[in-house]
């Protein structure tokens, strides 16, 4: 299988960094089960370790790391669960702010946010606001996100300033999707060994490089970031060709 991938920052090529990476943090809910803690454990112990892969993520030259944070079909879990969820988020977007602004990190946020409970809008507008200035790296939190709601929203965003079929192009539908601002990811990683990408950035992903590790989300590290970049840079990216 050759060399075995590297765990620090010195053994990247840093001019090849991919500069749009996303993540679709998988297995909170196994890693709490396996440990015979509740759900809410697990994903407390997620949130925390997205600021250490995040801070990696800077330090080799990221410039945007979007993450699966709620989808829309995430609702249909047990109330109690998604209201742990909630009370995870609103926390982490007050208690994270201050680092967040240290770090350089600026928040953002996609996804339907107006289904949101209140208080998690407005903490996250809070912490949008807060970290406006910061320039290292972005931060896209996926709340109440589904890329075939994503798709659903633009069209009618396109519907309703009267566009002609002529103007409706690739460029024109990117151009309305949440992740505008961004583009498209260049490597988007899965956690938990699953092989789906579970309607995340469906337009976006046509040309992404997909990587699936079997560590759980919450056993994810910066380290374990590296070694999929390693991946990443040692793979050829023909673009359709």
């Known amino acids: 299988m050759g060399v075995l991938p590297p765990t620090r920052v010195s053994e990247l090529d840093l001019s090849k960094i991919p500069q749009h990476v996303a993540i679709i943090m998988d297995g909170n809910r196994r890693w ?32 945007t790391l979007t993450v699966y944070a709620f989808s829309t079909e995430n ?12 009370e995870i988020f609103q926390l982490y977007l007050k208690r994270k702010k201050t ?21 998690v809008q407005q903490q996250l507008d809070c912490t949008r606001r807060a970290t406006d ?9 996926a709340l109440n996100y589904g890329g075939r709601d994503e798709i659903r929203r633009a069209v009618v965003k396109m519907i309703e300033k009267n566009l002609t079929p002529n103007e409706v192009t690739e460029e024109c539908i990117a151009k309305h999707l949440d992740t505008s601002p ?23 992903i046509s040309y992404t490089e997909f990587l699936s590790t079997q560590v759980l989300w919450p056993d994810f590290s910066a380290q374990e970031l590296f070694r999929a970049v390693y991946t990443f840079q040692n793979r050829s990216r023909r673009l359709g060709e």
């Open 32 to 63: 709490a089960m396996l440990k015979g803690l509740p759900a809410a454990m697990g994903h407390w112990e997620g949130a925390e370790v997205l600021e250490t892969v995040l801070r990696g993520a800077a330090a080799i030259g990221v410039k």
């Open 75 to 86: 609702w249909g879990r047990p109330e109690e669960e998604v209201d742990d969820l909630m």
């Open 99 to 119: 680092a967040m602004i240290r770090d350089g990190v600026r928040l953002h946020a996609i996804g339907d946010l107006t289904k949101l409970p209140e208080k």
């Open 133 to 141: 200035h910061c320039d290292r790296i972005n931060l896209v939190l």
């Open 182 to 204: 961004f583009g498209d990811p260049d490597l988007l990683i899965r956690t938990s060994g699953e092989m789906r990408v579970s309607n995340f950035l469906l337009w976006q």
